[in-house]
C-alpha cells in the first residue's frame, strides 16, 4: 500500500472515530515531545503546544495520534462539518511522545434525501514548521452505518491545496482560542 493511500486510510480513520465508541487517554504534557524544527509564527506554536497540553491519542499500528477535535452540528439537521488535527508520533522507550508531522482532516457532512452522507474532506500533512508536505481533496458517499458507496479524490491545483490550508490553519486558530486564559 502507497504512503500516501496509508495516510488517507489513517485520516479516514480519525475523521470517523467521533462517531463510534473509543477508549482514548490523555497524554500528560511532561510526556509531549514537539517537532525539534518549529516555526517562527508565534500562533503556529500555540496551536502545536494547545494540541500537546489539551489533546487525546489514538494509537494506530505503532503510531500516536495526539489530536483536538472541532464538530459543529446545523442548528436544524443532522448536517456537520468535523476537523481534527494531529501531531503524529510514537512512545519512545522512556514513555515519551515523539512529533513526527501533523495531519489535518476537515469535512462537510451533508445527509441527503437518499439517507447516505455526501463528504466534502480535505486532508493535509504538515511539517513542525508549517509547511505543507501532502494534500489531498477527497468526495466519499458512505451509508449511515459507514459503508463507502464512493471514493473520489478530486484534482486540485498546489495553490488551491495551499488556500485550504491556510483556510484551514485559520479556522484552527479560532478554535483553540478557548483554550487559552484571559491576561
Known sequence: ?????????????????????????????????????????????????????NGKILSVDNLNYLYLENIVKSPNSENHTANYISIVGYMDTDG??????????SESWILADD????????LHKVSGKNEIIWSAH???????????????????????????????LNSWYQFISQFQLPN
Not at 515519551?96 to 482532516?105: D, P, Q, T, W
Not at 439517507?115 to 480535505?122: A, E, F, P
Not at 479524490?153 to 495551499?162: D, G, I, Q, S, V
Open 1 to 53: 500500500m502507497n504512503t500516501s493511500l496509508s495516510m488517507l486510510l489513517l485520516l479516514s480513520l480519525i475523521g470517523s472515530f467521533s462517531f463510534a465508541k473509543n477508549s482514548l487517554t490523555r497524554l500528560s504534557l511532561d510526556q509531549v515531545q514537539v517537532p525539534m524544527e518549529m516555526s517562527e509564527d508565534k500562533n503556529w506554536n500555540l496551536l502545536i503546544n494547545t494540541i500537546a497540553k
Open 96 to 105: 515519551n511522545y515523539k512529533a513526527s508531522h501533523l495531519e489535518v482532516v
Open 115 to 122: 439517507g447516505r452522507w455526501h463528504i466534502n474532506q480535505w
Open 138 to 168: 477527497v468526495n466519499l458517499i458512505e451509508d449511515q452505518d459507514g459503508r463507502v458507496y464512493k471514493h473520489e479524490y478530486l484534482k486540485e491545483t498546489e495553490e488551491m491545496y495551499a488556500k485550504n490550508w491556510k483556510k484551514t
